[in-house]
């Protein structure tokens, strides 16, 4: 977690899906964005590799890299996030 100029906390990390398609396994990683006392609260209570929800929109950002190339980033921000019950083991 950090903080913006402003004081703003916020929060990003590297989430991983994966879903099983026939017999063979996809994972996607996909970048998050938490701000504010959401950054604050799950920063709190969350550790690599904790299995975590997150509701949110997807952001995309279009830039220009350092060789000239169109880029497309996309990014999850949060608007709610936090662990998943199903998977608690004892912390």
Known sequence: MRFTKNG???LSFGLATTRKINDEERTVWHNVTCWDTLAE???AVINKGDRILVTGRIDTEQYTD???NK???TNLVADEAGVSMRWVKDR
């Open 8 to 10: 703003k906390a916020v």
């Open 41 to 43: 609260n799950l920063a």
């Open 71 to 73: 880029r497309t980033a």
């Open 66 to 68: 350092k060789d000239g």
